[in-house]
């Protein structure tokens, strides 16, 4: 079995995030303990609508700015495209990276999906993504390094470090920037960089580099610094303490750095306002910076998926047509996420005085505390469905849309907040259009949260009750309390809203940890080889039939008119070929599978695949490898006539004029040559040195034998060689797999056998007959190729001592085939090497089989 992972590592990122933004949390209550929340609130009101317009203004700017990091990227890597692309996929990755945090993964997977499926190999994507990193962080460096110099005391003094001024820190900053320029300039070769080579960005990319990324750092933290009230300090010492707090907030790996810089700002600005004043530009800069973008992203892809082709923007829908259902629903989730957390903070928080004083005159106090205490359970709820739509459940996009409506109505009727339901209802209209992308048949309870999302719903509680415990702090808490229903308490409101709201999640946390554990790998009964045979004569694919070597285990899906069969070796569950049956459980049967190999802690892989089912394996986040070209001879044009066919038509009169002849014996008649059978194919392995294998390669098995009819060729009356008939009931296709014969049979009795086939298929109205694959054909060799395509191109090319490469297709290609590639679906990475090596041992039948012939 697998070895199971290690949960410890996998938790400490997000436990750590908790920690640090709990301590920024306690820090911040300390500093605002002589304020209210009421003068949080008035300090976001005060701000006048001119700086409110002034900080939008600057945020446009800075998100005009940002696709410059793309381009200059795209550059480095030496693939350009059109710059309305770059633009419409930078607003999408930023405004996703900058609210959701963690912007190598979030913005890395959108600028992946979105730059593979215009022409990038992982190679390139990987080189612009780490190069925009790269800028990111040169950029403050140069950023703070020059505020450093400008105003080293004044930065020096509001951190109470105990040296006087930070110039030496700001000229240490610059002189690093200086050195990367210079090493540029002088440096024309490439760099190899843990195994990789790095080619020197040229000295223009290098000046468009800094300029972008100075000016981004500059244009956000100006955002900021237009919302702060008068007696705020000089713009470049403000500059030089917004820098430090957001790369303490990178560092905290919180998303969005929350929590972690508000505190520091709050701390740093003190000597200038008061916190209350610090805070609420604070909320504004959210509201304008992160959130606002993030909504204009999610309308984006809302638009081009349910508006796809209408007028104009049918060009851009066709452009992104084939990545943005990949992109929607974790936006979706996203923006369930968010309206969770608005709808608990809202709970947590006086309601408008004057606007409940109307919802009371209109109705009963009753619905009003129910409303409230309502509110603050859809939001609970919602925090943990948004995780059923990152995977995609069905379940979860029908709950979520039936909780989004009530939490609309609770919004209006606790309190008149139609911000909130005018919120709702835009996060409503941008999902119910999207259903067909909530495909995911899985129950909610099938697979446990990961630590990352433990560790979001976890802060959001916290920050509730805080909020709660903030604004509420003027009131003495007694036991009384939770039994007081009156306009006015809104303190009473909070204490059963959280209760409730932590109720919820704490019920569907013992509920998983209830949950049954998922059941061992076991090997085929003869009743579920019986149930797989039914679904692969129903199929189009014979291949399949591998299924019913026996070797493997079956995975059924919930209907039992689909399966997928599959092997574990090492860390890898390696799956051979697509899901077979009924194509509306394909989906949901690939990741009920992907689900089994993550509740063992091992790699997800699909070996063999053809081109159809790509997409679903790039949704599983798995990278395509492509292993060869499978040779399909259509049969309904195939005969020995012209002059293509002459070698295939002399050796068929040939070997008829010297008495050899081909008969199909159908499959209850073949039990009765199995003796026959079992010495040819003995013979066979004895003459060719080696042993059976298994997974993708039949052996001569007698269950697996007499399940299918097989083809002799008998020389003179007696049987030398014989291969055992795939089929469907469908007849689309026809094809063999165990093909032996006798040393001593005549030569040419092989492609006799193939021929004599492919005839007798015709004539029974097949439409196909599948040679096989030829591994590693079809693979390009070019310089900007893949690393695998290329070492596979020469492989195949150079590496004939080894394996008949090249001889392999050329053979294949008498018959005048079709070819159609076919994939490798796993992690890529430093893992594939393992993967490899463990698909290699399926196939042996252990590391012996591997290194044995």
Do not use: C
């Not at 700086?51 to 693939?79: E, F, I, K, M, N």
Request: hydrophobic share 50%; aromatic share 10%; charged share 15%.
């Amino acid at each position: 079995m697998s070895a199971q992972r290690q949960p410890g590592r996998e938790r400490f990122g997000p436990l750590l995030a908790v920690a640090l933004f709990a301590g920024a949390v306690a820090i911040l209550h300390r500093e605002l303990a002589a304020y209210t929340y009421r003068d949080i609130a008035a300090a976001v009101a005060r701000i006048p609508g001119v700086r409110l317009a002034q900080a939008a203004g600057l945020t446009a700017l800075a998100y005009s700015v940002l696709p410059g990091y793309d381009a200059v990227a795209l550059s480095y890597v030496r693939h350009r495209l059109p710059f309305r692309r770059i633009a419409f996929g930078s607003i999408i990755a930023y405004s996703l990276s900058q609210t959701l945090g963690f912007a190598l993964v979030t913005g890395g997977s959108v600028r992946y999906r979105l730059w593979s499926s215009w022409g990038l190999s992982s190679a390139e994507v990987a080189g612009a993504v780490t190069f925009i990193a790269f800028s990111f962080g040169l950029g403050m460096l140069l950023a703070s390094g020059v505020v450093f110099l400008l105003v080293p005391g004044d930065t020096a003094a509001l951190l109470h470090l105990p040296f006087r001024s930070l110039a030496p820190l700001g000229a240490l900053n610059l002189a690093l920037v200086a050195t990367y320029v210079a090493w540029t300039l002088v440096r024309r070769r490439p760099i190899r960089l843990f195994g990789r080579i790095l080619p020197v960005p040229a000295p223009r990319l290098v000046a468009a580099q800094l300029t972008v990324a100075a000016l981004d750092w500059t244009l956000a933290g100006a955002t900021l610094f237009a919302l702060l009230p008068a007696g705020r300090p000089p713009f470049a010492t403000f500059l030089g303490l917004y820098l430090i707090a957001q790369f303490a907030g990178i560092l905290s790996h919180v998303p969005g750095g929350l929590g972690v810089l508000e505190t520091l700002l709050v701390l740093l600005l003190k000597p200038y306002l008061p916190a209350s004043d610090i805070l609420g530009a604070l909320v504004a800069y959210r509201g304008v910076f992160y959130l606002l973008p993030f909504a204009v992203g999610v309308f984006l892809l809302g638009v081009h998926e349910s508006r796809p082709y209408r007028t104009r923007a049918a060009v851009m829908a066709r452009t992104v047509g084939g990545w943005v259902p990949r992109l929607l629903p974790q936006a979706l989730s996203a923006a369930v996420f968010l309206t969770g957390a608005i709808l608990l903070f809202s709970g947590a928080t006086p309601a408008i005085a004057g606007r409940l004083e109307f919802i009371n005159a209109l109705l009963p106090l009753g619905i009003i505390e129910v409303s409230h205490f309502a509110g603050s359970l859809v939001g609970a709820a919602l925090l943990v469905l948004a995780w059923g739509l990152w995977h995609r459940l069905d379940a979860a996009f029908g709950l979520t849309v039936v909780l989004l409506g009530l939490g609309i109505g609770v919004s209006l009727l606790k309190g008149g907040d139609w911000e909130e339901a005018l919120l709702l209802t835009g996060v409503l209209a941008a999902l119910v259009p999207a259903h067909r992308h909530f495909y995911r048949r899985a129950a909610l309870g099938a697979q446990p949260l990961e630590a990352g999302w433990v560790a979001a719903i976890v802060a959001v509680l916290g920050a509730s009750v805080w909020l709660g415990l903030f604004a509420h702090r003027h009131v003495e808490y007694a036991s009384e309390l939770w039994w007081r229903f009156e306009l006015d308490g809104d303190a009473p409101r909070f204490l059963r809203a959280t209760v409730g709201a932590v109720a919820v999640v704490l019920l569907g946390g013992l509920r998983r940890l209830l949950r049954h554990a998922p059941g061992r790998t076991e090997a085929p009964t003869t009743s579920d080889l019986d149930r797989a045979a039914a679904i692969v004569a129903a199929s189009d694919d014979v291949s399949a039939n591998l299924a019913l070597l026996g070797d493997k285990a079956l995975l059924f899906g919930e209907t039992g008119r689909s399966f997928l069969a599959y092997g574990v070796s090492g860390r890898s569950w390696v799956a051979l070929g697509d899901p077979v049956g009924d194509p509306a459980e394909r989906q949901e049967l690939a990741w009920r599978f992907r689900e089994l190999a993550d509740r063992h802690g091992g790699a997800t892989v699909f070996y063999e695949v053809g081109v159809a089912q790509l997409p679903l394996y790039i949704d599983l986040g798995l990278t395509l490898l492509k292993l060869g070209e499978e040779a399909r001879v259509p049969l309904a044009d195939f005969s020995l006539d012209g002059g293509n066919r002459k070698g295939l038509r002399r050796n068929q009169r040939t070997m008829e004029r010297e008495g050899t002849s081909f008969q199909i014996v159908n499959q209850p008649a073949v039990a009765a040559l199995l003796p026959t059978l079992r010495g040819i194919s003995d013979a066979w392995l004895r003459e060719k040195r080696t042993r059976e294998k298994g997974f993708s390669l039949g052996r001569f098995d007698e269950r697996y034998i007499t399940r299918f009819p097989v083809a002799l060729v008998r020389h003179q009356g007696e049987v030398v060689a014989f291969a055992n008939l795939w089929t469907t009931d469908s007849r689309r296709e026809l094809s063999v797999d165990l093909m032996r014969y006798l040393p001593s049979a005549p030569a040419g009795v092989m492609q006799f056998l193939f021929t004599s086939l492919m005839l007798w298929g015709r004539a029974e109205g097949y439409g196909s007959f599948t040679l096989g694959m030829a591994p590693l054909a079809g693979l390009e060799n070019r310089a900007l190729a893949p690393l695998w395509s290329r070492l596979g191109a020469l492989m195949y090319r150079h590496g004939e001592h080894f394996y008949h490469f090249k001889g392999l297709r050329e053979y294949k290609n008498k018959y005048d085939p079709v070819w159609e590639p076919k994939y490798l679906a796993s992690p890529g990475g430093l893992a594939l090497p393992r993967v490899l090596a463990n698909i290699a041992a399926l196939i042996g039948g252990g590391i012996a089989g591997v290194i044995a012939k």
